[in-house]
């Protein structure tokens, strides 16, 4: 599997060792990003920040193109680990939302109550995810999605 495979497409299966080393790459990218752009800017120095409002433009969207690819990167690589559970690619969106909804729910509707309720229910979704993406080995042998990525490859037939 390529780099663009791995981290773009949304066919097929990873490992829990593929997913770590995706996630690994973007703390990766998004550190030298934030090191660069301070750097640049000239450290938190304000009279610096407000004198190079273009470079801060620049960064900015450079950033804002950075937070889709690694979106679009996160769900294709977060929909493959779950197709390695043998599950649907459906689930990503409540392992990556439900978190915050049911986080921000106490704000958005402060006259319903249950505040701590939803805040743990919040924090239960996100280490279900945490568990079910990042812990648990996938299915053994081939499922509907694919192969095993750590099965053996088939042998050759010999002639």
């Given at each position: 599997?390529?780099?663009?495979?791995?981290?773009?497409?949304?066919?097929?299966?990873?490992?829990?060792?593929?997913?770590?080393?995706?996630?690994?790459?973007?703390?990766?990218?998004w550190t030298t990003f934030i090191a660069?752009?301070?750097?640049?800017l000239g450290g938190l120095n304000i009279d610096n920040l407000l004198?190079?409002?273009?470079?801060?433009?620049?960064?900015?969207?450079?950033?804002?193109?950075?937070?889709?690819?690694?979106?679009?990167?996160?769900?294709?690589?977060?929909?493959?680990?779950?197709?390695?559970?043998?599950?649907?690619?459906?689930?990503?969106?409540?392992?990556?939302?439900?978190?915050?909804?049911?986080?921000?729910?106490?704000?958005?509707?402060?006259?319903?109550?249950?505040?701590?309720?939803?805040?743990?229910?919040?924090?239960?979704?996100?280490?279900?995810?945490?568990?079910?993406?990042?812990?648990?080995?996938?299915?053994?042998?081939?499922?509907?999605?694919?192969?095993?990525?750590?099965?053996?490859?088939?042998?050759?037939?010999?002639?």
């Open positions: 599997m390529d780099w663009t495979t791995l981290l773009f497409s949304f066919k097929g299966r990873i490992n829990r060792g593929k997913y770590w080393l995706a996630a690994l790459i973007y703390m990766a990218v660069v752009s301070l750097v640049w004198s190079f409002a273009g470079a801060a433009l620049l960064i900015w969207l450079i950033g804002l193109i950075l937070f889709i690819a690694g979106a679009w990167s996160g769900f294709a690589v977060g929909v493959k680990r779950l197709h390695d559970r043998n599950k649907s690619g459906w689930w990503i969106l409540l392992f990556w939302f439900g978190p915050s909804i049911l986080g921000s729910w106490p704000t958005a509707a402060p006259d319903i109550g249950g505040g701590f309720i939803f805040a743990l229910a919040a924090v239960a979704l996100g280490i279900w995810a945490f568990v079910e993406l990042g812990c648990l080995r996938g299915t053994p042998g081939p499922n509907q999605y694919g192969p095993d990525p750590l099965g053996n490859p088939a042998l050759a037939p010999r002639v």
